[in-house]
T-cell receptor, first 115, second 118 residues
Framework: EADIYQTPRYLVIGTGKKITLECSQT?????MYWYQQDPGMELHLIHY???????EKGDLSSESTVSRIRTEHFPLTLESARPSHTSQYLC??????????????FGQGTRLTVV | AQSVTQLGSHVSVSEGALVLLRCNYS??????LFWYVQYPNQGLQLLLK??????LVKGINGFEAEFKKSETSFHLTKPSAHMSDAAEYFC????????????????FGQGTILTVHP
């Protein structure tokens, strides 16, 4: 059973508010990811990290920011939420050391609605 | 660049019928391929994966997929559909560069919603 947790599961917030979506994993995985999923659409990578103090932007441009101060924690922040940020955000983690490689394990997601 | 195409955004089958969900990929290096399932308001759960070795891979819940390099395909099948199989299914390819290194980033297909009728 994968141990990756996202909070909150659902969030409705007003325009202009600052929000942080939490993601934690207890598997000691070095790599973590944030994907954005609009209804009925595929997932797009918006951020990833391959270790502490390393973060990179993904394939889909996003106004959000991330940090990786601890291995287990990878929060995503929106400084000023807008209705265009309404989406589902999925956090994932995986491990790779040399040729040892695991699949990505996903959290249950945060469904964000900005009104 | 890698890409994944899932043919058919919606597939409908009767309970007990064969399930076939199609996935084609594009990759410049030997790919790592995955099928994930997503139930409503849930995250993604891994069904099965192909990395190296045997091209027919078996996963959870009776699903299996066959990697066909010549056809660049990785179709998902299940001999007999069950009502509980109704969900959205995503095919994905992992970034993999020459030498076997990877950031583990996934490129997903558009998803296929499977409906199972009684």
């Amino acid at each position: 059973e994968a141990d990756i947790y996202q909070t909150p599961r659902y969030l409705v917030i007003g325009t202009g508010k600052k929000i942080t979506l939490e993601c934690s994993q207890t598997m000691g995985h070095d790599k973590m990811y944030w994907y954005q999923q609009d209804p009925g659409m595929e997932l797009h990578l918006i951020h990833y990290s391959y270790g502490v103090n390393s973060t990179e932007k993904g394939d889909l441009s996003s106004e959000s920011t991330v940090s990786r101060i601890r291995t287990e924690h990878f929060p995503l922040t929106l400084e000023s939420a807008r209705p265009s940020h309404t989406s589902q955000y999925l956090c994932a983690s995986s491990e790779s050391q040399g040729f040892r490689r695991t699949e990505a394990f996903f959290g249950q997601g945060t469904r964000l609605t900005v009104v | 660049a890698q890409s994944v195409t899932q043919l058919g955004s919606h597939v409908s089958v009767s309970e007990g019928a064969l399930v076939l969900l199609r996935c084609n990929y594009s990759s410049s290096v030997p790919p790592y391929l995955f099928w994930y399932v997503q139930y409503p308001n849930q995250g993604l759960q891994l069904l099965l994966k192909y990395t190296t070795g045997a091209t027919l891979v078996k996963g959870i819940n009776g699903f299996e997929a066959e990697f066909k390099k010549s056809e660049t395909s990785f179709h998902l099948t299940k001999p007999s559909a069950h009502m509980s199989d109704a969900a959205e299914y995503f095919c994905a390819v992992s970034d993999l560069r020459a030498g076997g290194t990877s950031y583990g980033k996934l490129t997903f297909g558009q998803g296929t919603i499977l409906t199972v009728h009684p």
